[in-house]
Nanobody, 124 residues
Framework: QVQLVESGGGLVQPGGSLRLSCAYS????????IGWFRQAPGKEREGVSC????????YYADSVKGRFTMSRDNAKNTVYLQMNSLKPEDTGVYYC?????????????????WGQGTQVTVSS
């Protein structure tokens, strides 16, 4: 069974940092991308970042570029999202998901498996 589990969320002050983890199982990352999405209350889910398994390249939404960084540890079947210089507008539930060849576009249609989400709150 395909499974993705997020962890690492919490409460942080503006300008602070958090690192989110996404542990995956039931598939090999070689043939998929892993993306991060987030959703604030009453708003639609938006794409944040993606790592492409074929070449290891990463992609970021303009809103987080220069502040967030994705990485992976293949031995642990885990990908990470390092979030620095956090802003209140970064608040939301963060989800990791499995994507296909066009996952870098960060569109819902390119992702077919999702984790349960982890809450990130940025507030003074």
């Amino acid at each position: 069974q395909v499974q993705l589990v997020e962890s690492g969320g919490g409460l942080v002050q503006p300008g602070g940092s958090l690192r989110l983890s996404c542990a995956y199982s039931g598939f090999t990352l070689d043939y998929y991308a892993i993306g991060w999405f987030r959703q604030a209350p009453g708003k639609e889910r938006e794409g944040v970042s993606c790592i492409n398994s074929s070449d290891g390249r990463t992609y970021y939404a303009d809103s987080v570029k220069g502040r967030f960084t994705m990485s992976r540890d293949n031995a642990k079947n885990t990908v990470y999202l390092q979030m620095n210089s956090l802003k209140p507008e970064d608040t939301g539930v963060y989800y990791c998901a499995r994507g296909g060849p066009h996952g870098w576009l960060l569109l819902h249609s390119d992702y077919d498996a999702w984790g349960q989400g982890t809450q990130v709150t940025v507030s003074s």
